[in-house]
């Protein structure tokens, strides 16, 4: 039987070597994990052009579960799925820079800060994070932080820019960064331009109390609803002010005090929806 002529030959070792090569390139991007930068400054600049957030990690050589989160979170593939194109991953050595774990007021090892484009911090985590947590918090984080972003450019120019500072924790509060949102609504309340407007400061002030209920605060959500009814005792939402605060002082181990909000609730409002939440909470305390 002939043999193949040589240029044959020549052309089925190209297409040999290519597989080969497509191969290793296909096998070699499954096994590539998350990309991990080590210059915040370097993460911004990636951040900032796609609009995505930032998940911080502080880690040291002696920290025992960042070896674990290591070894078993990370590398998972359903992990370095989550990640890709939604999250920018920073790595952050607590030993090596401590100017920015002081920053970020680090605690202890390992610390998870997930940021905005601009390592503004909207919420953290301490402590060795399970790879289903971690995944859950990355997909349950927005895609897009480009809202956010404006707002931190413009406090940036400005600190104190009252409708930045209002709008930052109004969206803060509609994306589920509770802590994050208060800090940034505590400053506008306390700015002078909040006492020129009573809408927009009771409207501040009831996104607090509200903000401390999600995070189960039940002594500060407490002090902000009873502020709520002191400075605003004819508003529209005062049933919403002493159903709160009836939640609040059960949160704050009050129970008598729960009681006596819920009943002058149903007292004063009788028809309104926040007095049927209360009877049902009196009735199934």
Do not use: C
């Given at each position: 039987m002939a043999s193949a002529p040589r240029s044959q030959k020549v052309l089925?070792?190209?297409?040999?070597?290519?597989?080969?090569a497509s191969s290793a390139v296909g096998a070699q991007q499954e096994q590539e994990g998350i990309y991990w930068y080590n210059d915040l400054k370097e993460a911004v600049k990636a951040a900032e052009q796609s609009n995505l957030p930032m998940m911080i990690d502080f880690w040291a050589d002696w920290c025992g579960p960042c070896k674990i989160?290591?070894?078993?979170?990370?590398?998972?593939?359903?992990?370095?799925?989550?990640?890709?194109?939604?999250?920018?991953?920073?790595?952050?050595?607590f030993d090596m820079q401590q100017e920015l774990?002081?920053?970020y007021n680090v605690p202890g090892l390992p610390y998870l800060s997930f940021a905005n484009s601009y390592g503004t911090e909207l919420m953290h985590h301490r402590g060795l994070l399970e790879k289903d947590d971690l995944i859950a918090v990355v997909k349950a984080f927005p895609?897009?932080?480009?809202?956010?972003?404006?707002?931190?450019?413009?406090?940036?120019?400005?600190?104190?820019?009252?409708p930045s500072l209002r709008d930052m924790g109004l969206?803060?509060?509609?994306?589920?960064?509770?802590?994050?949102?208060?800090?940034?609504?505590?400053?506008?309340?306390?700015?002078?331009?909040?006492?020129?407007?009573?809408?927009?400061?009771?409207?501040?002030?009831?996104?607090?109390?509200?903000?401390?209920?999600?995070?189960?605060?039940?002594k500060s959500a407490a002090a902000r609803l009873e502020q709520c009814l002191q400075e605003f005792p004819q508003s529209p939402r005062k049933p919403d002010f002493l159903l709160g605060l009836g939640r609040a002082y059960a949160l704050d181990k009050k129970p008598s005090?729960?009681?006596?909000?819920?009943?002058?609730?149903?007292?004063?409002?009788?028809?309104?929806?926040?007095?049927a939440q209360a009877r049902d909470l009196l009735r199934f305390p």
């Open positions: 089925w070792a190209a297409a040999f070597l290519t597989l080969l989160m290591d070894a078993e979170v990370y590398p998972d593939p359903a992990v370095i799925a989550a990640f890709k194109g939604k999250m920018i991953g920073v790595r952050i050595h774990a002081r920053k895609a897009d932080v480009s809202e956010i972003n404006r707002l931190d450019r413009a406090l940036r120019q400005d600190k104190n820019h009252f969206k803060l509060r509609e994306f589920g960064f509770y802590d994050a949102s208060n800090r940034f609504l505590d400053r506008a309340f306390k700015h002078r331009d909040s006492k020129k407007n009573l809408a927009e400061r009771e409207t501040i002030l009831y996104s607090m109390a509200q903000n401390w209920l999600q995070l189960r605060d039940g005090r729960a009681r006596k909000s819920l009943e002058r609730l149903i007292a004063e409002f009788p028809g309104s929806p926040a007095a």
